[in-house]
T-cell receptor, first 112, second 114 residues
């Protein structure tokens, strides 16, 4: 069985400051991990993906995430928040058959 | 390139009425197809997935059903809607086989049951 825990339901930052969205996972094997972003009333867009290659994964829009097996974490970061980053973010783990398990989501608010 | 479409974009239906949501994928063949529901304030829940025409797997028992009448068409249905069926329904696709497990999502359908 696999599970995903997003440690913060809401994160609020000021524009231009760093973003940290936290995610912990559990899996019986080496998982694939994803971060998706969802803007209001829109579908999900893939930000980045980890699949056992480099542990530091770079995604779109300046986001990156680091896979830490010892901590079972896959936190999402961005050095400088932009107003357009305001959205809901989902950490996702995939099992060997491609079945996805989603975290509960973190709503990111960016203040001017 | 591949694209995924869902319609309608929004839907308001009375309790007890039927439902039909459609999802189609273009630019690929024999995709794996998925239906998810996102209820207010909750994460995504996998409802159904399909690995081929006529092949449907249900993840959660409920009053919804799914069908795949054509290779790139996935339909979510209900005979009688419940209030609890309200939510945001997302369709997704993934290339079958190969070594990719990335799913690509459609724009979603917002369903409100009154």
């Amino acid at each position: 069985a696999q599970s995903v825990t997003q440690l913060d339901s809401h994160v609020s930052v000021s524009e231009g400051t760093p973003v940290l969205l936290r995610c912990n996972y559990s899996s019986s094997y080496s998982p694939s991990l994803f971060w998706y972003v969802q803007h209001p009333n829109k579908g999900l867009q893939l930000l980045l993906k980890y699949t056992s290659a480099a542990t530091l994964v770079k995604g779109i829009n300046g986001f990156e995430a680091e896979f830490k097996k010892s901590e079972t974490s896959f936190h999402l970061t961005k050095p400088s928040a932009h107003m357009s980053d305001a959205a809901e973010y989902f950490c996702v783990v995939s099992d060997l058959w491609g079945k996805l398990t989603f975290g509960q989501g973190t709503i990111l608010t960016v203040h001017p | 390139s591949q694209t995924i479409h869902q319609w309608p974009a929004t839907l308001v239906q009375p309790v007890g009425s039927p439902l039909s949501l459609e999802c189609t994928v273009e630019g690929t063949s024999n995709p794996n197809l998925y239906w998810y529901r996102q209820a207010a304030g909750r994460g995504l829940q996998l409802l159904f997935y399909s690995v081929g025409i006529g092949q449907i797997s249900s993840e959660v028992p409920q009053n919804l059903s799914a069908s795949r009448p054509q290779d790139r068409q996935f339909i979510l249905s209900s005979k009688k809607l419940l209030l609890s069926d309200s939510g945001f329904y997302l369709c997704a696709w993934k290339p079958s086989g190969g070594n990719t497990d990335t799913q690509y999502f459609g724009p979603g359908t917002r369903l409100t049951v009154l």
